[in-house]
């Protein structure tokens, strides 16, 4: 990912090698390999031109219970270089409503899963005409009760599987 400046202002983001190519028919310019290291010298090259690499800074740390994150559409330029932020954003009541809906759905369906995915146990012992080993019974439990358990959805622990 690349920015085109001009005077240390963007003009025009994203951009590319292929793009100044273009935008510059009567030049012949190296290849960029489009993954990896750019060679110092394809680099120099591009700054005659206002082209820098751009990085995208990691994630920050954020509550998703009520915030959320979004990347800037534009570069900045800091000391390292061209970078693209991210903003954390206080979500609205409305929003923060619908992430603990989604979420406790989410939740919940995974839950679902995990229960259908032990139901072997308890068909097997049935089969076989002894009870269900009461590990297999508290585990299968405590994932019901996970809906009740404090911190639900964002914040809980998930019970551990027995050994089989």
Do not use: C
Not at 28 to 40: A, D, N, Q, Y
Not at 97 to 109: F, G, M, P, Q, S
Not at 138 to 159: K, V
């Amino acid at each position: 990912m690349f920015v085109k400046t001009h005077n240390g202002e963007v003009q025009t983001f994203p951009y590319s090698p292929a793009k100044l190519a273009q935008d510059n028919p009567n030049i012949s310019f190296p290849k960029t390999p489009k993954e990896g290291v750019i060679p110092e010298s394809t680099l120099d090259m591009l700054a005659s031109f206002g082209v820098f690499p751009v990085q995208e800074l990691p994630l920050p740390t954020y509550n998703i219970e009520v915030e959320k994150i979004k990347k800037k559409n534009y570069p900045t330029l800091l000391e390292s270089g061209w970078v693209v932020e991210w903003e954390v954003l206080a979500l609205s009541s409305i929003e923060i409503a619908n992430e603990l809906e989604n979420t406790a759905i989410n939740v919940r369906k995974e839950r679902t899963k995990i229960l259908e995915n032990t139901d072997w146990m308890v068909i097997k012992s049935i089969e076989s005409g002894v009870p269900v080993p009461t590990e297999w019974t508290a585990y299968r439990n405590s994932l019901r009760e996970i809906p009740t358990l404090s911190g639900f959805p964002f914040n809980m622990a998930w019970p551990k599987a027995p050994r089989t």
